[in-house]
């Protein structure tokens, strides 16, 4: 495999090393094929909200896949997941795909089909997954290995993509004065956390839903990230601000590839086969995916969410603690129970101010946490995730381990 990985992130490019190969997982812990046991804070990158193995989700996927794993037909499932994803989110109705790649390319085409409009503006440091038209400015892997734009993504793909300053209202403004009737959509992370944690400001995405309102184009709310993980439907639960299309991912799939597009219904009724945009999937919907993301979402209750707050506040205050203690800059965002740590003085408002970190002391500090029993994501410009299942036992692991970490990271 390229690289020995089958997603960028993994490979340990930016803090150096061999990625530990992970042979299970239960609760907070990882177990790496040396036997080695990790307190996980990656969570497969924000699903395992309930924790790894958890018995409900593995219960679940048991008596579907007895069932059989793939019909290529429509199942009680499918819409009891669609139902659960309305009832949480502000959306009329979804779409079932596979990743969350597939539901933001899904909802930029609607959007276009929605409008008859071609461009699209997105913000530097923003990551929406590796569609072509999307792989401008990202964030995540991007963002990690330094790339500009990947080779492979031609000029005419991005042609039609806007790149603005994330937090930067007037450069949208402008933007829409010269750009107004020919944008479809604008699409944003409803927080965005794939260049470390960088909130919105004040009343950015309520002017955004503004701007596209007056100049007839769409909002498209990314929470592929954020859904159903920091508050029951997402970042909506935090801002109030609803997207014309809502992109969804991660949780909702409990760990098995299931992500989602939503929105207003009369946006929805355009895609095929009610209307003319045509989006298709052999293993939409599929039966596992669905029961992993159905059990995982109703075992998402207030108290997991209360949980989850709690783990998340008191590793971010332990983190902080230790690297105030050895005297180390850095500086902590947080959105909910997400957060991730700058290596870097002053606020992080955007992805240029997020470039300026010592990455260096990044790798050190996740180095020393790794050895001391704690799997930190290999990214500083990835969010830190926790789960209901990070109990005082785990937590207090973590305490351990971190001032090592902030001693290396000093160093
Ligand atoms: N959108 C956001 C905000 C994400 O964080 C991600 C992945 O990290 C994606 C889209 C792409 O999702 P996937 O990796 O499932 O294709």
Not at 23 to 31: D, I
Not at 126 to 148: E, R
Not at 191 to 200: D, L, Q, T
Not at 362 to 386: D, K, Q
Request: net charge negative; charged share 20%.
């Amino acid at each position: 495999m390229p690289g020995g990985v089958n997603s960028p992130v993994r490979a340990f490019g930016a803090v150096g090393g061999t990625p530990r190969f992970i042979a299970s997982a239960r609760g907070p812990y990882l177990t790496d094929a040396d036997g080695n046991e990790y307190v996980d804070l990656i969570c497969s990158w924000g699903p395992m909200i309930l924790g790894h193995a958890h018995p409900a989700v593995v219960e679940a996927v048991q008596r579907a896949a007895a069932l059989g794993t793939s019909y290529g037909a429509p199942t009680q499932g499918e819409v009891e997941l669609a139902e659960e994803i309305v009832a949480r989110a502000p959306v009329e109705q979804v779409r079932l795909v596979n990743s969350g790649t597939e539901a933001t390319m899904s909802a930029i085409r609607l959007a276009r089909g929605f409008t008859g409009r071609s461009k699209i503006v997105k913000f530097s440091g923003c990551y929406h997954g590796h569609a072509d038209g999307l792989l401008a400015s990202a964030g995540s892997g991007v963002a990690t290995f330094g790339l500009p734009d990947s080779p492979g993504v031609t000029g005419a793909a991005t042609a039609d993509t806007i790149v603005l300053g994330y937090n930067d209202l007037s450069a949208v403004e402008e933007a829409f004065a010269a750009n107004g009737d020919e944008i479809a959509c604008v699409i944003t992370e409803a927080c965005p956390a794939n260049m470390g944690i960088v909130p919105p400001r004040d009343d950015f995405n309520l002017r955004l839903k503004a701007l596209c309102t007056q100049y007839g184009a769409l909002l498209i709310m990314d929470e592929v990230l954020t859904g159903f993980r920091v508050s029951r439907s997402g970042w909506y639960g935090i801002d109030g601000v609803a997207g014309d299309l809502v992109t969804f991912g991660k949780v909702m799939g409990g760990g098995l590839p299931a992500a989602a597009f939503g929105g207003r219904a009369d946006i929805m009724a355009k895609l095929a086969p009610a209307g003319p945009v045509y989006q298709a999937g052999t293993l939409s919907g599929n039966p596992l995916a669905t029961a992993a993301g159905l059990a995982t979402l109703r075992g998402a209750t207030d108290e997991v969410y209360a949980r989850v707050d709690h783990a998340a506040e008191t590793v971010a205050g332990l983190a902080t603690a230790a690297l105030a203690k050895e005297g180390v800059p850095h500086r902590l965002q947080t959105a909910g129970n997400l957060f991730s740590i700058f290596f870097a003085d002053g606020e992080v408002r955007d992805f240029a101010a997020a470039q300026r970190q010592d990455t260096k002391r990044y790798a050190a500090f996740f180095h020393t946490a790794l050895e001391h029993g704690v799997h930190l994501p290999p990214s500083s410009y990835e969010a830190w995730f926790l789960s209901a299942a990070h109990d005082d036992a785990a937590l207090e692991r973590i305490a351990e381990a971190l001032p090592h970490a902030a001693r290396a990271a000093a160093e």
